[in-house]
T-cell receptor, first 115, second 117 residues
């Protein structure tokens, strides 16, 4: 149980395009999902917290207009990187928490390369 | 001050030996949770073990145990009988507080564990 999928696993795009990343909880309902970014050889940095049916809460320094988050259902959250630039190249990983549970379960991550 | 401190950037351990990965934390909240995750080179974050601040006993999960010393604010991960597949980055993380807004995790910088055959 507690499986989280993420799609796509890899994406290469041109500068200026938008990229959508999906995060799905496959066998539980995720009232809260989290989006993290991880640069090479660094730790995970929380970007935003997403609650189903409400606006995401962004961490300080994260541009909400650039990183659009939608949590439309209890099993799906999406992160859209708008007008991507090379400095947005990173590993993006989501996690999901089941209602009443302590543990966050992570998706396999998405590697984004912006050329 | 950093909330989670992992002082060992890298560790080596002989196969079949035990290894301890250090983690200290800083919080003034009486209610918190401590987690360890494993990140292999593929990038996925694998949940290993959880310890709640009110738990009386140290958490154990198979070959993983958490040496929880509350007064010292440490939550070291002990891996017994190391296997080659244990080679990975290991992250300690903390959740502070209770209630709807308290499930965010703060991660340490990680420890890279290498198991030597």
């Amino acid at each position: 149980g507690a499986v989280v999928s993420q799609h796509p696993s890899w994406v290469i795009c041109k500068s200026g395009t938008s990229v959508k990343i999906e995060c799905r909880s496959l066998d539980f309902q995720a009232t809260t999902m989290f989006w993290y970014r991880q640069f090479p050889k660094q730790s995970l940095m929380l970007m935003a917290t997403s609650n189903e049916g409400s606006k995401a809460t962004y961490e300080q320094g994260v541009e909400k207009d650039k990183f659009l988050i939608n949590h439309a259902s209890l099993t799906l959250s999406t992160l859209t990187v708008t007008s991507a630039h090379p400095e947005d190249s990173s590993f993006y990983i989501c996690s999901a928490r089941d209602l009443g549970a302590e543990t966050q379960y992570f998706g396999p991550g998405t590697r984004l390369l912006v050329l | 001050a950093q909330k989670i401190t992992q002082t060992q950037p890298g560790m080596f351990v002989q196969e079949k030996e035990a290894v301890t990965l250090d983690c200290t934390y800083d919080t003034s909240d009486p209610s918190y949770g401590l987690f360890w995750y494993k990140q292999p080179s593929s990038g996925e974050m694998i949940f290993l073990i959880y310890q709640g601040s009110y738990d009386q006993q140290n958490a154990t999960e198979g070959r993983y145990s958490l040496n929880f010393q509350k007064a010292r604010k440490s939550a070291n991960l002990v891996i017994s009988a190391s296997q080659l597949g244990d080679s990975a980055m290991y992250f300690c993380a903390m959740r502070e507080g209770q209630g709807a807004g308290s499930y965010q995790l703060t991660f340490g910088k990680g420890t890279k564990l290498s198991v030597i055959p």
